[in-house]
């Protein structure tokens, strides 16, 4: 019977001895082992280091995610493909050399045959040949990298700074003092610093590893061989952003170790805190603290109502006033209109405390309400921060044309009453104001603009008198047209002041993907700010008077849909206010729809009707100076800014697993945009030079902001003889140079990861997509073009070695 | 007519050895201008060169330093661009991919990533040129054997001395197993058995029909492998020719043949003095070449001495082997020394150089020490004199041209 036989690879030691090593692709033991199978085989440090990886791997998917499961993969993959390779390097480190591979039954066979001359070692070694023959070339200019930055310990030296820099350093993080703040400070901190760390990182690496080969002359030795430059410009981009990626991949699960173990440490220290914070505390973080308080914000969750119904049951229970059952009292009280179950909540609160000791709750009441406060901190972080939130802005489309129209009015009106026939734009002198049309404005100002300018003398002389209390005459018709469609603006977004809910501002929300058929559980979020101002204030005006006023409350109630769902609270202007709202929390129980019969016959009382449209009414009621007389009012307008997009829906995108892993790859993008700059410099500088060149284009690319002023202002300097300004040749090169400039670089910052993952806003794939076009397409691919072309008409050989 | 014209010419209608007429390189008003900053001229480094190189030649590339030649191996090579003239090898531009696939390269000093270690520095450049994984690992595990550094090929190169460093660049360069090999100082630094190694090489590559260029400042290696050489001079070239006809002494003649009886040596001494002058009839005994004294020498310790260096190379790896049997530089040597000259007539001088360099004086004098000896016929003359009067001619040609043996740079 022929004898099984294996492949084996034959090492000969100096001394005589022959060793076999299994020859195969795939080592199973390997595979399955890992760490433990490089203990084995005298891979001691290998194998501890992977240990350790793998044991803290274990923990993170014990504790926080399953996705800690790729690395221990990644390591036993590795170590089962590349089993043989790392014993027959270990063999060769102590002075073995291959001979060959044989055909036999077993390693000490095989050993033996060879050394007895049966069988001669045929020169065909094991090799796993994976990459295609045309991207050889490249593979091997990307590899170089790899293997300089292990060879130098760069890789690991950078690693270690960045997992410091991510992973220790935030310990010491506080936060705001919750815990949306605490992940929100995390994730900006983090993230900025390995953008920041990476990004001098991967610059510094693309102007070292092309300048410093050709200035040591490895770049002759590369450049003679059958590959063309630009794929040697590649090989060296591509190398560097696959590090990149591995240090990311790195960074990332730390970071997001981090978040979740800050996240549960939080958990446990807010309870703790909850537990000892005082019960009239407690009270004014439930928003039960009033004198005749109103509903809260909480009511609206439903699982928070839920709780509320059985302390109402129990309370009333305790207090002797039950009047059915527990079960059927809790059933009346679910089949309620809202504001009807929170009155009873109220009164069973109310009496509970006037039977206890007047002062406070009885304890368990105060127990339920520090639970309930620490299931709102981990439920805000859930639904804010550790989610992919995407937005809808509201439609202002129809708005537009509006305020458009009603600017044009008001400039017409205003030009009529304050200037002669002999100031009018040609064509344009008509009694009614319903003439001037927003398309014509534009001819309708210049036209203006020149007759003021023609006729400037006559006003600064004194001849052209304006009629009394029209001072500050614009001088020309932009000026005017600002300000008119600047009030326009505040008229369109303005909510006044109304007592009863008479006037309000209604908002329309279109597109809401999927939001009618949301369970009840799913919250969407209205994210906004307001602003306060008098009736009729401008919007330089309304900037401040904010200043002055931005420490008092606006009463203010938003109401969701169509008109029951809804929420009344103080706000503070300025500052964002997010309200958590569930679109069909309100009909999920359709036969007994407790706000039956007081909807209008068709309507329901969802918030988001069968369209995925969502309504929102704001009523003001006005400033509140003083909590404890809320009673008195001050009749100060609300605006919600929406033109400035300062009002939107946002809902659940995508998991914060997901998101998280596309911010990474925006700041992926990113870096890959430096690594080409770096590298079009290298391509024909030094390395010192070519840096430098590198820290002078970002210093230009963060001062775009002055760029557009001058471009704004339509030249560098502002220096005006009556009315016009004074022009230089210089004017025309900045315009030309800031122009192209500004129109490079504007487009790309305007993708930042960075302030969306910490607001917990979706980065879409399409978002993705598109900052991979422009970052990479645009600014990369001018980048790669031009280093490219350089680099392939280059003269290698110019330099000696250095 | 000049002596280079008629070297040149010479060399047109001659092909060397292993040549066939298949032209590898072809060089045609070639000259090159480095420039500053602001496109000024600065130093023009070569001027005006024409030459051909056919397949299967042992082509030498000779000049001082600064003469030209590493700039032309430079434009061969595709890493600067002639001011002027053409540049084809294998019929394309050197620049193209498909000629750079076929060329293989040993640059003047270790330009290798001295990170790498050397089995990973073969297999860096077997990737670049495509070469598959399994016959990729087979030619760096070959390789390494030749150049003997098999034993230390986890060594990174930043480790290595200078002469191990131009055991891994020469194995670098024939990993494609080149058409056409350009080496340039491809012994220095390196110990006797490695450039008698190096030399058994080159002719093995000739053999096999691969052409060689080779440019050194160490002439006997020149004369051992090459076929043909150009010397450089001022950016120009001053000679162009087969080695045999450049080196050639067409008046005298060499016997070698076994020791005679002293009647019978009498005899033919006698004869030969009716038709010679006693001053122009020298007799010695051949003494041993050096190189092959000490390779006798080492081989002999080798077999009882272990050593943490570079080994001697095996045999040539076996996908660069000639199928049949291959002279040895020393073989080479002799049988160009015995061959019947191809003109009977005698070598022309080269003109004089107004602008020649200043040589070492005492090199040359020791070079070009041959002042006829008076010697009387039965004591004999001395060996190492006698050696170094054969030579002397020739030396003294090469040396008035190249001057100093200095570390040649652009």
Redesign the interface.
Known sequence: MAEAKSRWSVYEHPQGEFRALPARHLDAAALLLGPIWAFLNGLILLGAGLLIVEAIAAAGIVYWSKWYLVPILLIHGHMGFNAARLLGRVLKENGWVYRGDVDAPTDIAAAARVKSGELEPKLEPLTLDLIPGFFKPVYAIARLTWQAAFRYKFFWAVALMLVLVVAALPLVLKGDGSAEGLVSVLLTYTLAMVFVLLGATTVWLACGTLSRDVAECQMQMVATKPIPRWQIWLGKWMGIMSLNAALLFLVGISIYGMVHYRVQTFESNHERALSLMPADKVEREASLHFPGYRMPRWFFRPWAASLAHGWTVRMEKDAGIIGSSEGGRLKELQEMPKPEQFEAFKAAYENAKATNDGMSAPNWIMDELRGMLARFELEKVKHRTLAGRASVKPETSKLEEEMQAYAARLLHEDVSMRLERQFWPEGYYNSDSESLKFEQVPDFKNKLTQNLNSRVDLIFSGEFQPSAGKDDLPLNGDEWWDHWFSMAKVHWEAVNFSTENLESRQVFFFHLPGAHSMSAEEAITLRFKLEGFVNEADESLRETMQITISDTLYDALLIFGNGIAGARDYLTIRTFHEFFVYPTYFGIDRKNDPDKGRLPEGLKADSVDERDIFKLTIVNHGQVVDLDQPDKRIKFSLSIPYWKGQLELLYHESSFEVNFLRSMSVVFCWLGILGLMGLAMASFMDFPMAAFACIGLLVISLCTGVMEQVLADGGLRQTYTIGQRNTHFLDWFALVAFKALTSIISPLQDYSPITSLSEGRSITWGMLGRAYLVVWGLGGGIFAAFGMGVFSQRELALHGKE | MTATETLEQKSDTQAGPGAGNEVVVKVQGLNKV?KDFWGRPKAKAVNDVSFDIRRGEVFGLLGPNGSGKSTTI?ML?????PSKGQIQVFGRSPRD??T??R?G?L?E?S???K??DSE?TL???G????????E???RA??LLDMVGL??V??R?VGEFSKGMQRRIGLA?ALINDPDLVILYEPTSGMDPIGCREMKDLILNLAERGKTVILSSHLLSDVEDVCDRAVIYYGGQVQALGELKDLLAERDSVRITMPLLPKESMDKVLDRIREDVAEDKLEVDNPTQNLENYFINVVNKARESE?TSGATSGSQVAEFLRSDGPVKSAVDRRLERLSSPVAEPEAAPELEPEPEAPKVDEAKLAALSDDKPKAAPASAGPKPEEKKKADLSKANEKLSGLLGGNDDD??
């Open positions: 480095f430079k090579l595709g890493l600067l661009h991919v498909r750079k696939a060329i390269y640059p000093e330009y290798l990533y990170y790498l990973e297999d860096f450049f990737n670049l040129f495509a070469i598959g994984g399994p990729r690992r087979k595990e070959q098999k034993a090929h986890l990174t670098q272990a740079s652009k």
